[in-house]
């Protein structure tokens, strides 16, 4: 049975999975790539469409990756991207972080990316990561936080945009600041060895500013985060349509930059 308590805020819709599909290990799990070794047993938690947990797979040669995902759909698009590559040791199952349907000890690097922030108990989930991962293995967590997102200028409308999704995240049972949390919740969770560092990422060419302008505005108004919103009373239509603008408008910023703020945990299990 499933424990999870929490919504994924931002679903599954293509402006969603454009993101997504962005990632790569290189980007986003740079602080776990020197601690893989090439027969280690990987499992990924939050695969989503798979990019990241493909590259893992091709890291791990004489090993394995299972990409986990609690929603069946986008597990298709995982093992495109894998069959794509001609990666043949990697795997997808759907499953809940809250109750890992694997035995004990039954993997070497157990790792989550923009995971945490969406569960409905962080420390149950990372407990479960821990009872999963070998002892000595790793347990590696980078989520972003949202209180330490900025960017330049201060477009009109900007700050609209992260007070409503933040309101949205916690409506969903999600933290939204979960970056800042993740060292104290991997010591509630019982981890005594862990290293703490943080990451970005950075958008601030023409290119990048047009790409992640577009996939928020459109995020705004075609996801499942939008209907949330709309739905609870958090904002209406017109609301999120400004937003969206604002977003374009941002993104049309000969100077515009934009930093996600992420914190990163590795735990010695």
Request: aromatic residues 8%.
């Given at each position: 049975m499933a424990h999870e308590t929490a919504v994924y805020t931002h679903g599954h819709h293509e402006s969603v999975l454009r993101s997504h599909r962005w990632r790569t290990a290189a980007n986003s799990a740079a602080y776990l790539l020197d601690q893989l070794r090439p027969d280690h047993r990987v499992l990924d938690i939050g695969c989503g469409p798979g990019t990241i947990t493909a590259d893992l797979a091709a890291l791990v040669p004489q090993g394995s990756v299972t990409g986990l995902d609690a929603a069946a759909g986008v597990l298709e698009q995982a093992r495109a991207t894998a069959a794509e590559r001609g990666v043949a040791n990697v795997g997808f199952t759907t499953g809940d972080v809250h109750a890992l349907d694997f035995p004990d000890d039954s993997f070497d690097v157990v790792h989550a990316h923009q995971t945490l922030q969406?569960?409905?108990?962080?420390?149950?989930?990372?407990?479960?990561?821990?009872?999963?991962?070998?002892?000595?293995?790793?347990?590696?967590?980078?989520?972003?936080?949202?209180?330490?997102?900025?960017?330049?200028?201060?477009?009109?409308?900007?700050?609209?945009?992260?007070?409503?999704?933040?309101?949205?995240?916690?409506?969903?049972?999600?933290?939204?600041?979960?970056?800042?949390?993740?060292?104290?919740?991997?010591?509630?969770a019982g981890f005594d060895d862990v290293t703490v560092t943080t990451s970005t990422w950075s958008f601030s060419t023409p290119e990048e500013r047009a790409w992640w302008s577009e996939l928020w505005a459109d995020r705004t108004v075609a996801s499942s985060y939008a209907a949330v919103a709309v739905d609870g009373g958090l904002t209406t239509e017109d609301g999120l349509d400004e937003i969206a603008e604002a977003w374009r408008a941002w993104g049309r910023e000969a100077d515009g930059w934009f930093t996600v703020v992420h914190g990163e945990i590795l735990c010695r299990a």
């Amino acid at each position: 049975m499933a424990h999870e308590t929490a919504v994924y805020t931002h679903g599954h819709h293509e402006s969603v999975l454009r993101s997504h599909r962005w990632r790569t290990a290189a980007n986003s799990a740079a602080y776990l790539l020197d601690q893989l070794r090439p027969d280690h047993r990987v499992l990924d938690i939050g695969c989503g469409p798979g990019t990241i947990t493909a590259d893992l797979a091709a890291l791990v040669p004489q090993g394995s990756v299972t990409g986990l995902d609690a929603a069946a759909g986008v597990l298709e698009q995982a093992r495109a991207t894998a069959a794509e590559r001609g990666v043949a040791n990697v795997g997808f199952t759907t499953g809940d972080v809250h109750a890992l349907d694997f035995p004990d000890d039954s993997f070497d690097v157990v790792h989550a990316h923009q995971t945490l922030q969406h569960v409905g108990d962080p420390v149950g989930a990372l407990r479960q990561m821990r009872r999963v991962c070998v002892p000595g293995g790793v347990v590696a967590v980078r989520d972003a936080d949202y209180g330490g997102m900025f960017w330049y200028p201060q477009t009109p409308g900007m700050d609209v945009w992260l007070d409503l999704y933040r309101r949205v995240a916690q409506a969903n049972g999600g933290v939204p600041d979960a970056g800042r949390r993740l060292h104290a919740w991997a010591r509630e969770a019982g981890f005594d060895d862990v290293t703490v560092t943080t990451s970005t990422w950075s958008f601030s060419t023409p290119e990048e500013r047009a790409w992640w302008s577009e996939l928020w505005a459109d995020r705004t108004v075609a996801s499942s985060y939008a209907a949330v919103a709309v739905d609870g009373g958090l904002t209406t239509e017109d609301g999120l349509d400004e937003i969206a603008e604002a977003w374009r408008a941002w993104g049309r910023e000969a100077d515009g930059w934009f930093t996600v703020v992420h914190g990163e945990i590795l735990c010695r299990a």
